[in-house]
């Protein structure tokens, strides 16, 4: 500050007062929090209500974990100013008195039951391990009587003269006063068991073998009864952990049935009565597991194969069964052309096989049910024909008879028709499924009912026949093809030869699902071309797959017109991009695809039409030329021995 001017004058000395403030007193304004050894400043961070507020719900949240969702002003006017805002939650071991006796252990009451069981088996293993001690104490110890611990050794520390002769004395003394008052032989003498006797006897000192080998027979007792002990530790450990968690594996596995993850098709989750007490308004009976007969027939196919063993060893046979008729269900399978399928009606089997007899008779009781579903089932059926020992039933071009003969035995494996062996086995499941959805509805109502037994076969049946039709009309098409000089090849993919295959021909034999897993993809490959593929399966109409769309066809028998029309199609296209490439650049662009006309336009108003009949006879080119047909000679026809795309070098060195 400076003062100038004189001080009698009017004007303030504060008038050219100036004040400056530099950064350090600007930072100076901050708390002070602490000054380093270098001499520089530390300030304390600046705090606004905000972090106040924050650290105070820390706080807070740290004293009562729970929150505050409970403190209310009206109850903590209500309590008093000794007790806590909030109360304490209670032990875990309080409340054992209100826990459900008949409910499932939590988790942390099991830890503490194995804690508990853990500690008991340690201390068991330490009592039983001081025992083992003190009984190996009192059998070293039992000798005692008879032959008592040697005296202890003298020190081998060199003594002076004066010692010496005094211990010599001492040791004198000790003879004379010890010598035994009663006569004997010198023998050890002998005492009642447990008494311990300090005459001096000198027994016979052991060799160092017979040391050796009295404590390798100790150690090798020590370690067998260590061993011996800790299986039984073991095994008692093992048995009370089966034990705590019994309950809660028996409880999850009941739950996984109940729910169907495992059993479903095995077994019955009923209510189990308890007959001991009345159930109260919030309570239930427990589940019980009941698994399903094995057999899932009737009661009365079961007793028809009923055995009774005959003990006479003169009877030729010993088994007898109630009503064995002798007879098996056989399929006879005949197509259009007269050719015939017959099942097997024979068996692998030998008469000396008691279990082989058991089985054969169960299938000849089963076949008899079989049939008797089969005839009720075709009796309903329109165009079908009965008599008195067989029943027929037409499907397509295919006249499917079925028919009970007597059984076959043979050391054979039995022979038949694969399809017919297909179709048999098939009505058997079929058969099988009816009887568990049956036994199913006996406890529960819902679910869907069981079908008809030849609703499987008729779904093959139909499946194959429309599979045949499919197979023949690409095979003629591909033949053409070839005949043509055009590169084709028909490729099968079947679905359950792909992944989860297995689990899909599980299902099926299990009844779990339906023929829709049988499946077939049929696809034809054209060099140059789209192709086109055809889907088949034994629940659906087939699905064709042309170059234009995709379409389902009911009439498997309209297959041929729509392959020869798209067909037609593809070849123009093929015919069109072929010709394209082989003319001269200055024609090129007169080469084109008319689809309204189904041609493709040359120079000089000329164009080629392709024409396929439904058989797949020939495959048949036409050259036009002012909308009249040139020379037939100029025609391209697959039969003639030439091929395609030769026949369009021809047309292209014309144009």
């Given at each position: 500050m400076d003062f100038t001017g004189d001080p009698e004058s009017t004007q303030s000395p504060f008038g050219p007062l100036k004040v400056a403030l530099e950064s350090r007193t600007l930072e100076s304004a901050k708390k002070l929090k602490n000054i380093e050894q270098d001499g520089s400043f530390t300030f304390a961070e600046e705090r606004t209500e905000a972090d106040d507020l924050n650290e105070t719900l820390a706080r807070i949240w740290t004293e009562y974990p729970e929150g505050l969702l409970d403190l209310t002003e009206a109850n903590l006017e209500k309590k008093p100013l000794d007790e806590p805002a909030v109360d304490e939650e209670p032990e875990d071991g309080m409340d054992v008195d209100s826990k459900d006796p008949a409910g499932l252990m939590k988790w942390e009451d099991m830890v503490k039951l194995r804690e508990s069981v853990g500690m008991q088996l340690n201390n068991a293993r330490n009592e039983l391990w001081f025992i083992l001690e003190l009984a190996k104490t009192l059998a070293a110890s039992s000798s005692f009587p008879s032959n008592p611990p040697a005296p202890p050794v003298e020190s081998t520390v060199t003594l002076s003269s004066s010692k010496k002769a005094t211990k010599v004395k001492q040791a004198a003394k000790t003879e004379e006063s010890t010598t035994p008052s009663v006569p004997g032989n010198g023998d050890a003498p002998i005492f009642p068991p447990g008494t311990m006797s300090m005459t001096p006897f000198r027994p016979s000192l052991p060799t160092h073998l017979e040391i050796i080998r009295d404590m390798e027979l100790a150690l090798a007792a020590k370690q067998s009864t260590l061993e011996q002990c800790e299986k039984l530790i073991d095994s008692a450990v093992d048995e009370f952990n089966k034990q705590a968690s019994a309950s809660q594996t028996f409880w999850r596995d009941i739950r996984q049935l109940k729910d169907g993850t495992d059993?479903?098709?095995?077994?019955?989750?009923?209510?189990?009565?308890?007959?001991?007490?009345?159930?109260?308004?919030?309570?239930?009976?427990?589940?019980?597991?009941?698994?399903?007969?094995?057999?899932?027939?009737?009661?009365?196919?079961?007793?028809?194969?009923?055995?009774?063993?005959?003990?006479?060893?003169?009877?030729?046979?010993?088994?007898?069964?109630?009503?064995?008729?002798?007879?098996?269900?056989?399929?006879?399978?005949?197509?259009?052309?007269?050719?015939?399928?017959?099942?097997?009606?024979?068996?692998?089997?030998?008469?000396?096989?008691?279990?082989?007899?058991?089985?054969?008779?169960?299938?000849?009781?089963?076949?008899?049910?079989?049939?008797?579903?089969?005839?009720?089932?075709?009796?309903?059926?329109?165009?079908?024909?009965?008599?008195?020992?067989?029943?027929?039933?037409?499907?397509?071009?295919?006249?499917?008879?079925?028919?009970?003969?007597?059984?076959?035995?043979?050391?054979?494996?039995?022979?038949?028709?694969?399809?017919?062996?297909?179709?048999?086995?098939?009505?058997?499941?079929?058969?099988?499924?009816?009887?568990?959805?049956?036994k199913?509805?006996?406890?529960?109502?819902?679910?869907?009912?069981?079908?008809?037994?030849?609703?499987?076969?008729?779904?093959?049946?139909?499946?194959?026949?429309?599979?045949?039709?499919?197979?023949?009309?690409?095979?003629?098409?591909?033949?053409?093809?070839?005949?043509?000089?055009?590169?084709?090849?028909v490729v099968e993919r079947n679905d359950l030869a792909h992944l989860n295959g297995g689990q899909r021909v599980n299902q099926l034999l299990q009844g779990d699902s339906d023929y829709s897993c049988?499946?077939?993809?049929?696809?034809?490959?054209?060099?140059?071309?789209?192709?086109?593929?055809?889907?088949?399966?034994?629940?659906?109409?087939?699905?064709?797959?042309?170059?234009?769309?995709?379409?389902?066809?009911?009439?498997?028998?309209?297959?041929?017109?729509?392959?020869a029309e798209d067909l037609v199609h593809q070849l123009l296209i093929l015919i069109e991009s072929a010709l394209r490439r082989k003319v001269v650049a200055e024609h090129r662009s007169s080469v084109f695809l008319d689809v309204l006309e189904g041609a493709v336009v040359l120079p000089a108003n000329r164009a080629i039409h392709v024409s396929v009949s439904p058989t797949f006879d020939a495959l048949r080119v036409t050259l036009s030329e002012d909308s009249a047909v040139v020379e037939s000679a100029s025609d391209f026809d697959s039969d003639t021995g030439k091929t395609l795309f030769s026949w369009l070098d021809t047309v292209a060195a014309k144009v």
């Amino acid at each position: 500050m400076d003062f100038t001017g004189d001080p009698e004058s009017t004007q303030s000395p504060f008038g050219p007062l100036k004040v400056a403030l530099e950064s350090r007193t600007l930072e100076s304004a901050k708390k002070l929090k602490n000054i380093e050894q270098d001499g520089s400043f530390t300030f304390a961070e600046e705090r606004t209500e905000a972090d106040d507020l924050n650290e105070t719900l820390a706080r807070i949240w740290t004293e009562y974990p729970e929150g505050l969702l409970d403190l209310t002003e009206a109850n903590l006017e209500k309590k008093p100013l000794d007790e806590p805002a909030v109360d304490e939650e209670p032990e875990d071991g309080m409340d054992v008195d209100s826990k459900d006796p008949a409910g499932l252990m939590k988790w942390e009451d099991m830890v503490k039951l194995r804690e508990s069981v853990g500690m008991q088996l340690n201390n068991a293993r330490n009592e039983l391990w001081f025992i083992l001690e003190l009984a190996k104490t009192l059998a070293a110890s039992s000798s005692f009587p008879s032959n008592p611990p040697a005296p202890p050794v003298e020190s081998t520390v060199t003594l002076s003269s004066s010692k010496k002769a005094t211990k010599v004395k001492q040791a004198a003394k000790t003879e004379e006063s010890t010598t035994p008052s009663v006569p004997g032989n010198g023998d050890a003498p002998i005492f009642p068991p447990g008494t311990m006797s300090m005459t001096p006897f000198r027994p016979s000192l052991p060799t160092h073998l017979e040391i050796i080998r009295d404590m390798e027979l100790a150690l090798a007792a020590k370690q067998s009864t260590l061993e011996q002990c800790e299986k039984l530790i073991d095994s008692a450990v093992d048995e009370f952990n089966k034990q705590a968690s019994a309950s809660q594996t028996f409880w999850r596995d009941i739950r996984q049935l109940k729910d169907g993850t495992d059993g479903r098709g095995q077994w019955a989750i009923v209510p189990k009565p308890d007959f001991s007490k009345i159930l109260g308004i919030t309570e239930s009976a427990r589940d019980v597991v009941i698994p399903y007969a094995i057999d899932e027939a009737p009661a009365s196919a079961r007793a028809r194969c009923l055995a009774a063993f005959d003990l006479d060893p003169s009877v030729a046979e010993p088994m007898t069964f109630g009503a064995r008729g002798g007879r098996v269900l056989q399929i006879k399978v005949t197509d259009s052309t007269g050719a015939m399928w017959t099942s097997s009606a024979g068996s692998s089997t030998k008469s000396s096989e008691s279990l082989a007899e058991i089985q054969q008779a169960q299938i000849e009781a089963f076949d008899e049910d079989l049939y008797n579903e089969i005839r009720d089932d075709i009796s309903r059926r329109p165009g079908a024909s009965l008599d008195s020992s067989s029943c027929t039933l037409s499907y397509s071009d295919l006249r499917i008879a079925f028919e009970m003969v007597p059984a076959k035995k043979t050391n054979n494996v039995p022979e038949g028709h694969p399809i017919a062996n297909l179709l048999l086995q098939s009505c058997r499941i079929s058969l099988l499924n009816i009887l568990r959805l049956r036994k199913r509805r006996l406890t529960s109502q819902a679910g869907s009912r069981p079908s008809s037994v030849l609703t499987s076969v008729l779904q093959v049946v139909r499946f194959m026949d429309t599979e045949q039709k499919a197979r023949n009309v690409l095979t003629r098409t591909c033949r053409m093809l070839n005949r043509s000089g055009t590169e084709a090849k028909v490729v099968e993919r079947n679905d359950l030869a792909h992944l989860n295959g297995g689990q899909r021909v599980n299902q099926l034999l299990q009844g779990d699902s339906d023929y829709s897993c049988i499946g077939n993809v049929l696809t034809l490959d054209i060099s140059g071309c789209l192709g086109m593929s055809v889907t088949l399966s034994a629940t659906a109409p087939l699905q064709v797959t042309t170059s234009q769309a995709t379409f389902p066809l009911v009439d498997v028998n309209d297959l041929a017109d729509v392959i020869a029309e798209d067909l037609v199609h593809q070849l123009l296209i093929l015919i069109e991009s072929a010709l394209r490439r082989k003319v001269v650049a200055e024609h090129r662009s007169s080469v084109f695809l008319d689809v309204l006309e189904g041609a493709v336009v040359l120079p000089a108003n000329r164009a080629i039409h392709v024409s396929v009949s439904p058989t797949f006879d020939a495959l048949r080119v036409t050259l036009s030329e002012d909308s009249a047909v040139v020379e037939s000679a100029s025609d391209f026809d697959s039969d003639t021995g030439k091929t395609l795309f030769s026949w369009l070098d021809t047309v292209a060195a014309k144009v």
